[in-house]
């Protein structure tokens, strides 16, 4: 065989082994799936960084869009492929949706993520204390109820993954829907994730800038003044709560910038806010 011929074949051979994986969290069947197509099976896709670069950091990462549609590039395959270039570990959740799902399947969803990824932490080669969590919109809503509605897991499940703890060690909130309260939510997102007359403790108990304890994972928030969508009031209270509890925080508020910009790649300002999140997750032992 011609060495051009060899050499292709490495290149291909070494192609497929990075083609990210998907793996459902529940390989038969979701609890409370109400069909069989892919919306009602919540799954991981994992993307691995390559051995030598890795740092044994993992990251969930749970896209945007309002309760009803998931970003998945921009906010999902992009902020996977970020992650894997500074050796941390990503999976990327396809969650359930409104307006066919409410709480609590999202957050069980999630909460089964956290556990998939703690559980199976050897097969990954992350570190089980270093598991994140990162969020944009509602995802970042999502992501913020993870952090705030967690528990240890259950050493007597039948499940080996339930035995795992669900509690992230660190937050990243993109310009996060973070209360479900009518004078700052995403109108949309509450909408979706509650329906339409949500009881008034529900609404309570997921307004997540009023469930923070010193439990809260330490966190990295993302927002712009002039955001149209999610106010930015939103990651401000959220930031104050952790504050006020001691749970150790940074805030980096961009005066202008739209909703959604993701890694924000074609604004020479806003492109900045990644590097300041390297500094943070370096700082935090994530990145080498």
Request: aromatic fraction near 8%.
């Amino acid at each position: 065989m011609k060495r051009t011929s060899v050499l292709l074949l490495l290149a291909g051979a070494a192609a497929l082994a990075q083609t990210p994986e998907t793996r459902l969290l529940w390989p038969s069947g979701a609890p409370g799936a109400l069909g069989v197509e892919d919306a009602d099976k919540p799954a991981l896709t994992i993307y691995l960084p390559p051995a030598e670069k890795a740092s044994g950091a993992a990251v969930v990462v749970c896209p945007g869009g309002g309760y009803t549609h998931l970003a998945m590039d921009h906010e999902g395959k992009q902020i996977a492929e970020w992650l894997n270039a500074r050796g941390i570990a990503a999976f990327v959740l396809r969650y359930r949706l409104g307006p066919s799902y409410h709480h609590p399947i999202e957050l069980g969803d999630a909460q089964r993520a956290l556990r998939m990824v703690r559980a199976l932490a050897t097969e990954f080669h992350v570190a089980p204390d270093r598991i994140g969590v990162w969020g944009f919109s509602a995802g970042g809503h999502l992501a913020a109820t993870l952090g705030t509605h967690f528990d240890a897991g259950d050493p007597q499940a039948v499940d080996p993954l339930d035995r795992a703890s669900c509690r992230p060690d660190f937050m990243i909130l993109a310009y996060p829907v973070i209360s479900m309260s009518a004078q700052y939510t995403h109108g949309g997102s509450r909408l979706n994730l509650l329906g339409d007359s949500p009881d008034p403790q529900l609404v309570e108990s997921l307004s997540n800038e009023k469930q923070v304890t010193s439990h809260t994972p330490p966190t990295f928030l993302f927002h712009t003044d002039a955001d149209p969508v999610v106010p930015v009031e939103n990651s401000v209270l959220f930031y104050l709560a952790l504050r006020k509890a001691g749970v150790p925080a940074e805030m980096h508020i961009y005066e202008r910038g739209n909703h959604g910009v993701g890694l924000a790649q074609k604004d020479p300002v806003l492109s900045t806010w990644p590097d300041r999140l390297a500094d943070w997750l370096r700082n935090r032992g994530a990145i080498r």
